[in-house]
């Protein structure tokens, strides 16, 4: 079999060609052109957009909430973050081992970050104050302390396996 390789010359050649037509398709094309073949590219693709940027999200959801916890609890409670001393990294490892595994209160998958007490109600945000439980029950829950919440829980049976007492 007869091998066809390329002289350097050949090569710089097509080289040249290559670039030069690229060069002349960005003159050609006007901003708007260049946007409506971008949108007219994602909606030919759009599944393949989406799923590729939800996995990217779920792949890097846990970085992204400790880090916006931090921000919050910063902005919203600056002496609290004052006498706390949990670094970005560490919550997001922390949250990195605990997305997921069942809530503490009713076996749901844990997605939101809670205050054990809630830092409006005096608590610390410091991680024996801090837990992963289901976005219903955090939303349940508000700035109600622990017991406060059990008790609110029982009474609305809103929770009908709340287990901890
Ligand atoms: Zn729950």
Redesign the pocket.
Not at 15 to 38: D, F, Q
Not at 97 to 113: E, F, K
Not at 118 to 137: P, R, T
């Given at each position: 079999m007869r091998e066809y390789r390329l002289t350097d010359t050949q090569r710089e050649y097509h080289k040249l060609k290559k670039r030069e037509s690229r060069v002349r398709v960005a003159k050609v094309r006007t901003p708007e052109e260049t946007k409506a073949l971008n949108r007219a590219q994602y909606e030919r693709h759009k599944e393949r957009y989406k799923s590729k940027s939800r996995a990217w999200q779920n792949a890097n959801r846990p970085k992204q909430q400790a880090i916006a916890h931090q921000a919050q609890v910063r902005l919203r409670y600056p002496e609290v973050w004052a006498r706390s001393s949990i670094t970005n990294q560490q919550l997001v490892d922390w949250v990195t081992q605990r997305r997921g595994c069942p809530?503490l209160?009713?076996g749901?998958a844990s997605t939101h970050i809670d205050h054990r007490i809630a830092l409006a109600g005096g608590g610390e945000h410091c991680f024996s104050n801090l837990q992963m439980?289901?976005k219903?029950?955090n939303l349940a829950k508000r700035d109600r302390a622990e017991e406060e919440f059990l008790g609110w829980a029982r009474r609305i049976g809103e929770l009908n396996s709340v287990s901890v007492v």
């Amino acid at each position: 079999m007869r091998e066809y390789r390329l002289t350097d010359t050949q090569r710089e050649y097509h080289k040249l060609k290559k670039r030069e037509s690229r060069v002349r398709v960005a003159k050609v094309r006007t901003p708007e052109e260049t946007k409506a073949l971008n949108r007219a590219q994602y909606e030919r693709h759009k599944e393949r957009y989406k799923s590729k940027s939800r996995a990217w999200q779920n792949a890097n959801r846990p970085k992204q909430q400790a880090i916006a916890h931090q921000a919050q609890v910063r902005l919203r409670y600056p002496e609290v973050w004052a006498r706390s001393s949990i670094t970005n990294q560490q919550l997001v490892d922390w949250v990195t081992q605990r997305r997921g595994c069942p809530c503490l209160y009713c076996g749901a998958a844990s997605t939101h970050i809670d205050h054990r007490i809630a830092l409006a109600g005096g608590g610390e945000h410091c991680f024996s104050n801090l837990q992963m439980i289901c976005k219903d029950c955090n939303l349940a829950k508000r700035d109600r302390a622990e017991e406060e919440f059990l008790g609110w829980a029982r009474r609305i049976g809103e929770l009908n396996s709340v287990s901890v007492v």
